[in-house]
């Protein structure tokens, strides 16, 4: 079983930065795809950057610019650089992995979630 740890949310100002950090552990033989999802209060969850073993890098429109997705495929961890944080990116930011253990069965895993709240 893969397990996701997130770590870094925390209580912010408009303007500033944050990072946080998402750590896959287990039988992982490959890691294809991590990504970042948020969830704010009464919304649905949405897609907020991905990145491909293949180095593609994906981000929701609302956050280009602003968010850097980035991995450190040796430490199976991804990071999302937030910068220039508006009170709209308040919500609980959770980590998603996709790959193969080293039976070459797939995963499809989910962090706990960390919450990011932006405000003044």
């Known amino acids: 079983q893969v397990q996701l740890v997130e770590s870094g949310g925390g209580l912010v100002h408009p303007g500033d930065s944050l990072r946080l950090s998402c750590a896959a552990s287990g039988s992982i033989f490959e890691i294809n795809v991590m990504a970042w999802y948020r969830q704010a209060p009464g919304k649905d969850r949405e897609v907020v950057a991905a990145?491909?073993?293949?180095?593609?890098?994906h981000y929701a429109d609302s956050v280009k610019g602003r968010f850097t997705i980035s991995t450190d495929n040796a430490k199976n961890t991804a990071y999302l650089e937030m910068n220039s944080l508006k009170p709209e990116d308040t919500a609980v930011y959770y980590c998603?992995?996709?790959?193969?253990?080293?039976?070459?069965?797939?995963?499809?895993?989910w962090g706990q979630g960390t919450l990011v709240t932006v405000s003044s």
């Open positions: 990145a491909t073993i293949g180095g593609s890098r």
């Open positions: 998603h992995a996709e790959g193969s253990y080293y039976s070459y069965a797939p995963f499809d895993a």
